[in-house]
């Protein structure tokens, strides 16, 4: 895919399509690690938080809770 450069006010930046944001799996607002590589070469790779084993469990536990008569059922 080729994109341009394009003046934003005062600034130049990349216009990047809902096609494009929706393949990334990116939204208005997520934040975005940009590094520039030897040769020019630009990556960006998105910032995505990692939640906490213990937070993870205790949702874990929580839903199973919650649905304990469904996952009996459905064992």
Do not use: C, F, W
Request: proline share 4%.
């Amino acid at each position: 895919m080729i994109k341009s450069i394009t003046k934003i006010g005062n600034s130049q930046g990349l216009i990047l399509d809902a096609a494009l944001l929706e393949m990334a799996h990116l939204k208005t607002g997520d934040e975005l690690n940009i590094k520039v590589h030897e040769g020019g070469t630009i990556t960006l790779t998105p910032i995505r938080p990692r939640h906490a084993p213990e937070k993870v469990s205790a949702e874990i536990v929580s839903v199973m809770k919650d649905y304990a008569r469904t996952m009996r059922r459905l064992a």
